[in-house]
């Protein structure tokens, strides 16, 4: 069923999808239903989410008080050419929240979040280059689309990497206004940033690197960067698009770093499409139109703040009360435990890694601190894996990252290590 509605999606969508993040080989499994810790595909398979919607769904699929309260607005209307409430209820939840937050902007997604960021960067220091991590995913603007899943054959030594355009397509000159920096390797990051220091408006990072292997960063190459920017006015932006998940005011909270900007989504709109950006007052208020001027920035979005996703995310945060964190993190632990015993056990070497409800696996013996050390991975293990995973009833992406909900039960989690037991002893 899947496959035949997988090859009618391809005479209307290329690839037969919106989303080639969720593309697999042979073809990928169409959702019918989602409930709690589980899916249902067209094929009628249960299996149990371990990656809830790339880590967005953190209660679940369709917890009752978010569900219930969208069911409530829907009949006070979807949207209005007019400000609404229910984004000032979730401006002061997220601004209590962030460290860095003085004031918020909201959008329909975490790219239009990063987005901004360096756009504000950009007006706020007058520079116009900015440095990124290798590996690092900030949505899919021109901007950011250097230097992501990078063939490594392609990005120069690992001490000096070089920009690599990840798409076809970017406006000419892209790769001119990036550079690129190694994680968690901080005297490399640091002499790279000081040959460039007065060129750069901006370094983007993610305290934990998310969709290409949910890897934390070290405490002290976050201060490092922290030190850098404030010494040479650079704005330091965290993308905490996934790493929002770490605690409830984020991984700025956890690591006590906190940047000058920060740009969120997925969690905080309560599964309905969001994002957000925000950070110090005199950097956003380039954003108010009220001055006789008006904005220094230009921003504006039909569906932004609307007050369905509004709703939606305040519910949500409201749920995200720091025992939930607490309660999700060592549930994962106990996962991510289970997997370094399992793969001990069959003589498979494995690095575990992830923070607080995120977890990613990567098939090698070496550490995994930053994008090359992911690359050198067995990736032909790991995409067989995947799909033995799939097979024994286990959703996560395709690189085996995961993250949990709370939703997901001690019986889920046993479940995972007895499906991950089997399917890696036909393996290898
Ligand atoms: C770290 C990070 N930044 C930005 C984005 C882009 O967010 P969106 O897909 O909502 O545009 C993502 C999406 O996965 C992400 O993981």
């Known amino acids: 069923m899947s496959r035949a509605k997988w090859e009618e999606a391809c005479e209307y969508l290329p690839g037969g999808d919106s989303r080639n993040s969720i593309f697999w080989k042979p073809y990928p499994v169409f959702i019918t239903d989602a409930s709690g810790s589980r899916v249902m595909d067209a094929d009628g398979v ?3 989410d371990f990656i809830n919607t790339m880590t967005t769904m953190i209660l679940g699929h369709g917890p009752a008080p978010v569900i219930n309260a969208v069911r409530r607005q829907l009949d006070k209307g979807l949207g209005y050419n007019a400000p609404n409430e229910r984004q000032v209820d979730l401006a002061r939840i997220l601004c ?3 460290p860095s937050f003085d004031l918020v902007r909201f959008t329909n997604s975490g790219t239009e979040a990063t987005l901004n960021t360096l756009r504000a960067a950009r007006a706020f220091t007058g520079k116009t280059r900015f440095a990124k991590v290798e590996g690092g995913y900030h949505g899919t603007h021109d901007g950011v689309t250097v230097s992501v899943r990078v063939d490594p054959s392609l990005a120069g030594d690992p001490d000096n990497p070089v920009p690599v355009p990840a798409s076809a397509g970017l406006v000419p000159g892209v790769t001119d206004q990036v550079t690129v920096i190694p994680f968690n390797d901080s005297a490399t990051a640091l002499r790279i940033l000081e040959d460039n220091a007065c060129d750069l408006a901006a370094i983007i990072v993610e305290p934990v690197m998310g969709s290409v292997g949910m890897v934390p960063a070290q405490p002290e190459y976050l201060t490092m960067l922290r030190d850098f920017a404030t010494a040479n006015n650079t704005v330091l932006i965290f993308d905490e698009v996934i790493s929002f998940r770490v605690a409830p005011g984020g991984s700025q909270e956890f690591y006590g770093v906190t940047p000058d900007m920060t740009a969120l989504g997925k969690i905080i709109g309560g ?5 957000a950006f925000g950070g110090r007052r005199d950097i956003m208020e380039l954003y108010d139109p009220s001055p006789s001027g ?4 230009s921003h504006a979005g039909t569906f932004n703040a609307n007050p369905l996703t509004m709703l939606a995310g305040s519910v949500a945060m409201e749920q995200l009360t720091s025992d939930v964190y607490r309660n999700l993190a060592a549930l994962t632990e106990e996962l991510k435990q289970g997997l370094r015993e399992i793969c001990s056990t069959l003589e498979v070497p494995v690095q575990v890694t992830g923070l607080g409800s995120l977890f990613g696996i990567h098939f090698c013996d070496h550490p995994v601190n930053n994008y090359r050390d992911i690359a050198s991975g067995n990736h ?7 799909l033995g995973l799939l097979n024994e009833g286990i959703l996560m992406a395709s690189n085996l990252v ?3 909900s709370t939703a997901t039960t001690e019986d889920d989690i046993e479940a995972f290590l007895k499906a991950f037991r089997t399917a890696l002893e036909r393996n290898v």
């Open 380 to 386: 032909e293990l790991r995409d067989r894996m995947f």
């Open 96 to 98: 209590d929240r962030v």
């Open 294 to 297: 008006g904005p220094v920035v």
């Open 46 to 48: 249960q299996r149990i």
């Open 271 to 275: 599964g309905l499409p969001v994002g």
């Open 402 to 404: 995961g993250a949990t």
